[in-house]
Structure formats: C-alpha cells, structure tokens
C-alpha cells in the first residue's frame, strides 16, 4: 500500500460516527445564514456548519439544540430541534381563533369581549350578549324586511 492510502485508511479509522442524538449549543450563523453548532467531541473552535430542520432565529443562540449526524459523520450536523425548558413553551390561549376558508367563514372566540374598530366606528360584542354599534352615521338598508325586534325598542 502506498503511503497515501495509508493515510487516508488512519483518516477514516481516527474519525468516530456518532449515532443517536447530541445536545448541541447554537452559536450563531455562518454568512450563507446556515447555524452554527458547537457539541462535545467537535474539533471546531468556531462551530460547525449545520443544517436544519427547524427554524431558528437570532432569539435562539446560545440555546440547547438536538442534533443528529448524516451518516454518523461529526462533520455533517443536522440540527432537528431547538430544546424546549416547560417555562418557555407557549401554553394555548383560552380563547379560540378559527378562520374557515372553504365554507367562507371567519370566526374569533373571547372569555370577555370582542372589539371591530376602524377610526370612529366600532363593534363591540360582550360576554353578557350585548352588541353596540357606535359611529358618527349609522345605515340599515335591506332589500326585503327590515325588522327591529325586542323585549322592549326605544327610538330616541
């Protein structure tokens, strides 16, 4: 065997595949906006070039990431996630937002009220059932039957 063969066979052996997931340290991002991972057992001062399967952004350096390797290779990080703590995940509001595109329908929920605001104008409905309209002009047109219907109606 030559001399460079040699080399390359002790290359290859020195280098060891890691299998399994590594918690790994965002460090930043390269200029072509790929992270920057640093993890034990890597040999780069300055982090290694990952890619990605999930979003991050500058909020999540120094932040805890899982990593896996492509084909074991510590050269070839690929970070699949940033590690969540209990105190930073976002726990579902109470109130519900639902827009329904196919049946044309947009729908917000709230515990107290709901406010349609749009300079002077607004509409408010309240948890007690109450709808105001306010404005500095009001207009009820209707092509059929206009009804105003009540346990009791005052007109001014």
């Known amino acids: ?18 299998s399994g997931v590594v918690i ?16 034990s057992g890597n040999k780069s001062e300055t982090g290694i070039e990952a890619s990605t399967t999930s979003t ?3 909020d999540d350096v120094g ?4 990593l896996l390797f492509e084909g074991g290779d510590p050269a070839c ?4 996630g940033r590690i969540q703590h209990p105190e930073e ?22 515990e107290k009220e709901i406010v349609l605001r749009c300079g002077k104008a607004s509409i408010t409905l309240t948890k007690a059932g109450k709808i105001i309209l306010r404005g500095t002009y009001l207009v009820s047109r209707s092509s ?12 001014n």
């Not at 932040?63 to 899982?66: C, L």
């Not at 827009?99 to 947009?106: A, K, P, S």
């Open 1 to 18: 065997m030559t001399e460079k063969t040699l080399k390359t066979i002790d290359k290859l052996a020195s280098q060891q595949k890691i």
């Open 24 to 39: 790994g340290v965002l460090l930043g991002f390269s200029d072509n906006s790929r992270p920057l991972v640093a993890f």
């Open 56 to 58: 991050l952004s500058s």
């Open 63 to 66: 932040k805890k990431v899982a």
């Open 77 to 80: 990080p690929i970070v699949i």
């Open 89 to 110: 995940i976002v726990q579902p509001s109470k109130t519900r937002e639902t827009v329904d595109m196919d049946g044309e329908q947009l729908e917000f929920s709230a």
């Open 144 to 155: 059929g039957v206009n009804r105003i219907k009540g346990g009791s109606v005052h007109v």
